[in-house]
């Protein structure tokens, strides 16, 4: 099994342009997660998604959108990308709740 | 929402002295409490959980208690190792929609 896979590891950007993050897991967990973890503010939510076809909002939702079209895939798009939005983020999934998450191998992302 | 503190940011020990970390929660509906740590430049990976219904848990070195009523629980790490150095994160869950709500993150370091 690979786990939670994420596609691109780094990426830069320019102000304005726009991206789209994959985070993909062979564990058919019903929970997904997207992070953004900046130095000294821990890991904040973005969006989340509680199965095939959900997402909702998180703590910090603002400026991304979600898609979870299949149960294995979670997409994390940036619009319009702006320099706060410079961070690493990370993908997570779980089975079930109260359970450990799995975290992805995080994605760089550096907008200019 | 649901806030965690954690305390203290940095730490540094003698090789073969324990170390807490505290955190604290806001939401008393919180009754999943998992530690993650994560090495520099990888992904956080569990390392110890506790639910509502127990008031400590220990595996081998790594011990983390609970108190409920305080709404409060540390991680410790007793007899430390140079490869204990790291980022340890706490995070809280109300199972709801399986949120997770992080601290910001304790930097350990141990001097060999």
């Known amino acids: 099994n690979a786990g939670v896979t994420q596609t691109p590891k780094f990426r830069v950007l320019k102000t304005g342009q726009s991206m789209t993050l994959l985070c993909a897991q062979d564990?058919?967990?019903?929970?997904m997660y997207w992070y953004r973890q900046d130095p000294g503010m821990g890991l904040r939510l973005i969006h989340y998604s509680v199965g095939e076809g959900t997402t909702a909002k998180g703590e910090v939702p603002d400026g991304y959108n979600v898609s979870r079209l299949k149960k294995q895939n979670f997409l994390l798009g940036l619009e319009s990308a702006a320099p706060s939005q410079t961070s690493v983020y990370f993908c997570?999934?779980?089975?079930?709740?109260?359970?450990?998450?799995?975290f992805g191998p995080g994605t760089r992302l550096t907008v200019l | 929402g649901e806030n965690v503190e954690q305390h203290p940011s940095t730490l540094s020990v003698q090789e073969g002295d324990s170390a807490v970390i505290k955190c604290t929660y806001s939401d008393s509906a919180s009754n999943y409490f998992p530690w993650y740590k994560q090495e520099l430049g990888k992904r956080p990976q569990l390392i110890i959980d506790i639910r509502s219904n127990v008031g400590e848990k220990k595996d081998q070195r790594i011990a983390v208690t609970l108190n409920k009523t305080a709404k409060h629980f540390s991680l410790h790490i007793t007899e430390t190792q140079p490869e204990d150095s790291a980022v340890y994160f706490c995070a809280a869950s109300k199972g709801t929609g399986n949120q997770f709500y992080f601290g910001t993150g304790t930097s350990l370091t141990v001097i060999p």
């Open positions: 564990m058919n967990h019903e929970y």
């Open positions: 997570a999934s779980t089975p079930t709740a109260f359970r450990e998450q799995f």
